[in-house]
């Protein structure tokens, strides 16, 4: 008291305070997303879900017979920060089969056991510009320059994962996904006995890639653990929760568990990025920005790095595989919240 000369000195300190105690709750209400507030993710969910409930393109995938008989109207939306923040609208309950979501996980496992020269130079890092169970992509580079996002790529990597035999690398693959999601992670056996029956395709393949030397493992037993991966059951929560534990530098929010290292992040992403959304990827990262991986199962998971991850399934889909409602509705978000990384604000 000694030092406050006058009075108004003594008022100007009451001013700070009483600006100091009523800004409290807004400080309290910030998310690790630094300056997006609560209201402002609430909102930006609520009016997507509103937005987009009532739409009724697309249609759901059936060439694995299994999925023509999912509810096309499950449509939930789950937002996780990057410090374990849950925002939830809509079913995020249901679930779905990961399908091709699940690749992004089995990339990021190969990356921490094997680093990313085994990963360019066993797979390759690079869009093939052609469909994702393309086999002319395939034979045009004799099993080169696939990326572990496309089938190929995908099987490749799923038969590099460690593991003595075929149940002890399924088992590990189950594990991560666990990891990431934060819970164990059931199987969709009715989705899984669907493919296996009928997955010709992939399994033609993996053949082609071992006739390359580019298949790590066992071509029939390598298709079978990829199939069952892409029948693990998600629901919206899930997927977010794994999608924020990759905005988080690879430790999951909500566990606070460290999944991968940083590193490995950082890797996976840009592959997200340029092969995340089927033939529409370059469509999409115009529209959002953001790295993303979508599956047939009508799941779709994007990431904003250090802020959050979210996730959407609805599983009618567009032409090119994706889920028309989850796609609109991240893209809604994205702009709301204005998290495209290429949303630069000049400094004047
Ligand atoms: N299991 C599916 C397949 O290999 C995954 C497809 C996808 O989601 O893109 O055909």
């Known amino acids: 008291m000694k030092r406050l000369k006058s009075v108004k000195q003594l008022s100007k300190l009451c001013c700070a305070l009483f600006f100091i105690v009523l800004s409290m709750p807004v400080l309290k209400a910030q998310t690790g997303t630094g300056t997006l507030t609560k209201a402002q993710i609430e909102a930006a969910l609520n009016e997507a879900y509103a937005k987009f409930k009532d739409l009724k393109e ?5 060439y694995i017979k299994e999925l023509a008989n999912v509810d096309p109207n499950i449509f939930g939306i789950a937002l996780v920060t990057a410090d374990g923040q849950v925002y939830t609208k809509g079913d995020v309950k249901s679930m779905v089969s990961i399908q091709s979501v699940s690749k992004v996980f089995v990339m990021a496992q190969v990356l921490e056991e ?31 320059e696939i990326n572990p996002l496309v089938n190929p790529g995908a099987i490749a990597a799923t038969s590099l994962v460690k593991g003595v035999d075929s ?91 460290t999944v991968v290292s ?73 702009e709301q919240l204005k998290v495209n990384p290429y949303w630069i604000v000049p400094k004047k």
Not at 58 to 62: E, L
Not at 304 to 313: L, N, R
């Open 167 to 257: 149940a002890a690398k399924w088992k590990s693959i189950q594990d991560k996904m666990a990891e990431f999601a934060g819970r164990q992670l059931p199987i969709n056996v009715p989705v899984y006995i669907s493919e296996a029956g009928d997955n010709l395709r992939n399994q033609a393949i993996a053949h082609l890639l071992l006739a390359y030397g580019r298949m790590y493992f066992d071509p029939v037993q390598s298709t079978d653990i990829y199939t069952k991966q892409c029948a693990i059951n998600v629901n919206a929560l899930d997927l977010a929760t794994m999608a924020a534990t990759l905005s988080n530098g690879g430790v999951n929010p909500v566990t606070k568990k």
């Open 114 to 144: 094997m680093g990313p020269k085994a990963l360019m130079d066993k797979i390759g890092v690079d869009a093939t510009g052609m469909r994702f169970n393309s086999i002319v992509a395939v034979e045009l580079q004799r099993g080169k």
């Open 262 to 334: 940083q590193k490995t992040v950082m890797e996976t992403l840009p592959v997200m990025a340029t092969a995340g959304l089927y033939d529409n990827s370059g469509i999409w990262l115009f529209n959002t920005g953001l790295p993303a991986k979508s599956g047939v199962g009508g799941g779709l998971l994007a990431v904003s790095p250090g802020k959050f991850g979210i996730a959407v399934v609805s599983p009618p889909l567009d032409a090119a595989g994706n889920s028309v409602k989850a796609q609109k509705v991240i893209e809604y978000v994205v």
């Open 58 to 62: 697309g249609k759901n995938a059936d």
